[in-house]
């Protein structure tokens, strides 16, 4: 639970405070509650998902196929990637050329995938939690690309927060693969195969393939007291909630409705 790098963003919090400094240290005390009631989840898992889901995923995947760019609008309650501005053409020009954003998948489809990978990490989350965002893309090959998420780095999600990727493609050296540090290269892997990891605590990478696309759908999820579903359809840029009271509040509502 407390380790060196959660010590370093506390440090950060209490040394210059910014506007999400309270936010962030709510989700701290959140997750440290959450450790207090279920333990700490474990840092890495592997599974599959099933021959069913994986079939009905790989048909949204073709008939989705042709779509550069996912379409979206912002959700308020979410904090977004590179919100900042900063080196934004930079960062234009390693999208164009690294990846495809996928459009968000049916609800219905979306809805299955979470109830399949819910049932397989219950156990590994050790917590309950909710569902924060669903995206995917597809990574062009490319050899000794580095940059963004194919550099080594973590991705610094507020506290509590596990990501979970799923591969439509095989893992090896011609789809690409994933490095997890001190973890090793992910790779000779069948296509299905799911990682669950503490995203912003342990050192990352992605591998583009040597010559052909990577296909990818990442979840993102956040120990909480209670288990949610994500509260809208997806978002191809969305980090995490901005309030930790907004999903328990949906969570309310949704009781309250019954
Ligand atoms: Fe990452």
Redesign the pocket.
Known sequence: MINSSRLKILYRIIRNPDKNTINKLIFFIHEFIVYLFYGSPKKIHEFKISENLLKKLISWEIETKDIEFANNLKIKSLIYNHEDNTKKNERKLYKKKLLKIKPQMPLTLQRLLHNEVRKKIKLKVKSPFFIVNTRSWITNPLKDFEYG?TKM?R?GFWPGHLKVMIYLTPLNNEYGKLEIKNYGVITNRDIGHAILFL?SDLL?KAIPGNSKERISIEITIMRSLLNHNQTHIGHSDARHFSNIFFPYFEKFKTLFNK
């Open positions: 998420p780095h991705d995203n990352h």
